[in-house]
């Protein structure tokens, strides 16, 4: 179970309860109804789960653990009702991932704190700060800066001049965010950098010179940036990060990228200048996207591939450079084969 | 045009006194001279600028944007003149984007700020502090620090004992650097890590003992350096960046690197201890160099690529090994033969 | 030799204590002994060392600069002895690289600097802070956070509620520590992000839902952590990270992976999720390892490979998808004759 030490349980959920939460419905692997009265204290991965503790199955790789799980309780889709040990509750759901995030979030709730703009952080007089906002030790909040109500700012990230942030914000510590407009409940996590000069040179007779970076940074609602991540602002036209997308750790977004609504961005992606990534779009880890592309509604490029190309709507790329998926498996099919004659 | 909360335009230029400064040909695509007493506000982008601005053609992707524009100004190339809607201003000029870059430093430049050393900044009393220095809030400026003139160092940042930086550096915010020395004119963005001990480990019977890193940073005059980069100090040789070498965010440079002049390395790249990068090379985001390579003077590496070998000079090279680069392409046709005919 | 603004060499050492220290034998070229009693005052490369610098050769590729090297004494192996310069006293040893970090570490020892608590630092009353603790201005130490003795906290760096750090640890500046119970001897680079969410989000029927991250950061002994490197804490299982294991700059960790024994890491690596890595297991640069993954004790990962399957323990993989690496030699030498083919 969580260490009490940084984590918070609220309290314990009756089966019914949970089910009721998470829409699942309750069975066995026998098919009898579980006593919905019984009580369940946490979450816990299949390994770790006692009887009083609820797991979940998403992963096909798991079904041994699954097999083996001494959780008294496990959400698992239909398909695999028969694979559980006898005795567990079975909370039957299409989503179980989904169903273990939601009752994660209501075993441990995010801590209320009381709303308190330290002493030791630097805010301009002329900044609008909403109700119940919090701003920790060093914070710098600069000239014409508006923060909207329930914002979190953390120990000393330096918002520039200007920079508006929308209500429920939390932006970690370590970050810096300037020339930017965010929209709601946005999440950024420690040491990100937001609308820096993007890596605009112009070589030319007289050397290379800077070109000046007179974009912004439009990031929409529901967004959350993981640690290490810079995005740089445009260069003219903006850089633009649509609704409900997810950034995750180390990540490069160059000047005027446009980014879709609800895109998932894996750790270490690079997404070059004026590249425009669809609605829907995954990047596995580590991919790269090179300038000035169009990358599809709904595509998914799989991870540490390198997209040389357009890539259209839906499809499927891997590869460096990316192909479809398709070709991109056949090729290692081909290779083997191949490396096989030479033996 | 520029958010005027973050950019601040500094007038009107007549179109003569672009082309003067710029040193293009007015014309059209009809061959008319436009007048030269029309007055321009600003720069914008092909899709976004009006009647009053000027925008620029360099990547001929942009070609349809272009005969779309509504820009009242144009910079572009003599080859492209006929593809000008009827009625723009045309800037005729070889190198549109360095055109671009210039005019768009007039109608933006730098804002001169009041220097101004923070009363919470921490200064060593042996530092030695150049003329008109800004230093922000929370910067730490250790023992025997030299910082030239009209230096400015970002908040929280942190210079340690001993380096020395010369005239005209901005160091950003969030930024660490120590054991080195570093030329006029440096720009280094936030997040940046510079100077800390390399990789260096040695397998023993005694275990992994960690070797000291007794080098340092020396990086040359008019340097630019993204956000979130770590550049380590040399072992015992120094690691060494010179002059006028432009590079992206994120990347890692490992100890003894030495790095020419007007090179320019993307964001992501990885370069591995004691590689030296001849001047003028060009590095594609996310390139990873092994240690102890030579990569020639005016090289280019393609994105993504490899470099497991030496490239001689003004080679290009692609993939992952990297090969010369019309070797990649043929792989790339041939495996798509073979794939072909599997089906 | 070391710049004296930046280094402290601590006093010579007679070329016997040198052997005496590194279990290295003492020759020359022709066999005969030199003077033990020759004094050296310093470590330096084959290319700069002078008559009063010990050097090593390490890596076949400076066996030229060896031959060529002023340096009065050097750490080679036995077969290498007969490409010595006339004159040079030899320190014959099976681990050069090994000798030398030791000598070095004699020259440069770490510096004793007076412990002290800046009273800019920002330390909570419950925190145990044991002896001999530096605590540099602006650290932030969270409430009941336990500092071993003798630990040093960089600038600006924020210890997190609950955080346990062994004896001996060096925490950077410019670091978040969260969630973490680390043990003795760590030291982490700056700029280091420990412990925030790992990148978990449940698509479903309501939006996309994000997934409380309920495990802790546990690392071990004798760890080190390059700049920029991001660790994620567990999603409900730890992410653990085993003693002596060195990780370079800028690798990202994903949330559950479980890291053994001394394993290297080199720079922007990254780990996804829920992957399992061995004892002595080598990453190269830019490795990117799939989520749910074992890589066995031992294993070694050629730099920039992606690896998408298990891989048994010793193996040494390559290429991306990874393979066997004589199957990744193959295929080039296979690619290659098929390109020569088509010319």
Redesign the interface.
């Known amino acids: 179970m969580?260490?009490s030490?940084?984590?918070h349980n609220s309290g314990s959920l009756t089966l019914s309860a949970i089910a009721s939460l998470t829409g699942a419905t309750l069975t066995t692997r026998g098919g009898q109804a579980p006593d919905g009265e019984r009580v369940f204290g946490d979450?816990?991965?299949l390994?770790?789960a006692g009887k009083d503790d609820v797991g979940f199955l998403d992963?096909v790789?798991y079904l041994d653990a699954f097999a083996k799980s001494k959780a008294g309780a496990c959400f698992v889709r239909p398909q695999y009702v028969s694979r559980a040990p006898e005795g567990m509750a079975l909370l039957v759901t299409p989503?179980p991932?989904?169903a273990?995030?939601?009752t994660?979030?209501r075993?441990?709730p995010e801590r209320e704190t009381q709303p308190v703009i330290s002493p030791?952080a630097?805010v301009a007089a002329s900044a609008t700060i909403g109700k119940d906002v919090t701003i920790a030790?060093?914070a710098?909040i600069g000239e014409?800066v508006s923060l909207g109500a329930h914002c979190s700012i953390?120990?000393?990230t330096?918002i520039g001049?200007?920079v508006m942030i929308g209500d429920h914000g939390r932006i970690?510590?370590?970050c810096?965010v300037?020339?930017a407009i965010i929209g709601q409940r946005i999440?950024v996590?420690?040491?990100v950098?937001i609308g820096?000069?993007g890596?605009?040179?112009?070589?030319?007779?007289?050397?290379?010179?800077?070109?000046?970076q007179?974009?912004?940074v439009l990031i929409g609602d529901?967004v959350?940036i993981?640690?290490?991540t810079?995005i740089?602002r445009g260069a003219?036209?903006d850089t633009v990060i649509g609704n409900?997308t997810?950034i995750?750790?180390?990540v490069?977004i160059?000047h005027n990228v446009r980014i879709g609504n609800?895109v998932?961005i894996?750790?270490?992606c690079?997404i070059?200048g004026s590249t425009q990534v669809g609605g829907g779009v995954m990047l596995g880890?580590?991919v790269?996207l090179?300038g000035?592309l169009s990358v599809g509604k709904g595509a998914k490029i799989a991870?540490?591939s390198?997209v040389?190309t357009d890539v259209p709507d839906g499809e499927t790329y891997g590869g460096?450079?990316a192909v479809p998926i398709r070709?991109w498996h056949?090729?290692?099919?081909?290779?083997?084969q191949?490396?096989k004659k030479?033996e």
Do not use: W
Not at 330 to 336: E, L, T
């Open positions: 969580p260490d030490r940084f984590f979450v816990a991965s390994e770790q992963n790789k989503e991932y989904f273990h995030a939601l994660a979030s075993f441990y030791q630097i030790p060093g710098i014409n953390g120990a000393y330096v001049d200007g970690g510590a370590h810096t300037s020339h999440i996590h420690r040491g950098h820096q000069d890596f605009g040179f112009a070589p030319g007779p007289q050397g290379i010179l800077k070109v000046p007179l974009g912004r529901d959350e993981g640690s290490g810079c740089d003219g036209p409900h997810k995750d750790n180390l490069q160059g609800y998932l894996a750790a270490q690079g070059s880890g580590q790269g090179a000035h991870a540490q390198g040389m460096s450079p070709d056949r090729s290692s099919v081909v290779m083997a191949l490396i030479k």
